[in-house]
């Protein structure tokens, strides 16, 4: 049987805070709902991929479990390992894809997926995901149902040569040094074209 993969879309701030805390054990890849979590088994891999435009994948860990918790919970049992430096940054973050007022008191119940063995990569490891598609907001199994991986990560993509810390309006993409055919989002880089 093929082990599963699945790549979680997360903030860059939530990666940015929690690949500068040493040595931890798990973390917290909380989602601001409390729908149960069924796309991996204990064991399996799970990675991270930053929200559009930045379509790269900077980390990963080892599926351990998922429940729902109420967000107070969530955070007096993990505290900074939820990738927020406090417990009403954390809320101010679930409140806003739920659209809800941030100021509200409403306790959140909040889909918690819990990861061991934590990694963060650094900038010139992170992994080019050039075909993902827009409406994929929370993540995405990458086997098939035969269990073949169904679409191409890093394929022949390299990340730009610095970090891309740029307003997030899509218009700053990455030089591709892709042998071939141009791939979705991939510019040349410098003295090479796409054929």
């Not at 993540?139 to 073949?148: F, H, N, S, V």
């Amino acid at each position: 049987m093929p082990l599963k993969l699945y790549i979680g879309v997360t903030d860059r701030d939530w990666y940015k805070l929690l690949r500068r805390l040493p040595e931890l054990e798990e973390v917290n890849f909380w989602a601001p709902g409390g729908t149960p979590f069924k796309a991996l088994s204990a064991g399996e891999l799970f990675l991270f991929k930053l929200h559009a435009p930045d379509h790269y994948i900077v980390g990963g860990g080892i599926f351990a479990y998922s429940n729902s918790l109420p967000c107070s919970f969530a955070w007096e049992t993990f505290g900074q390992a939820n990738g927020a430096r406090t417990g009403a940054e954390m809320r101010t973050r679930i409140a806003r894809p739920r659209r809800a007022d941030p100021r509200s008191r409403e306790d959140f119940v909040i889909g918690c997926r819990i990861l061991s063995q934590p990694f963060f990569l650094k900038w010139p490891d992170w992994i080019p995901v050039p075909s993902w598609a827009r409406q994929i907001v929370q993540g995405e199994d990458l086997l098939d149902r035969g269990g073949r991986r169904s679409r191409a990560v890093g394929a022949g993509c390299r990340p730009p040569a610095v970090e891309p810390d740029h307003p997030r309006d899509g218009t700053l993409r990455h030089a591709c040094t892709c042998p071939a055919a141009a791939r979705p989002g991939c510019l040349p880089a410098p003295g090479r074209r796409h054929l």
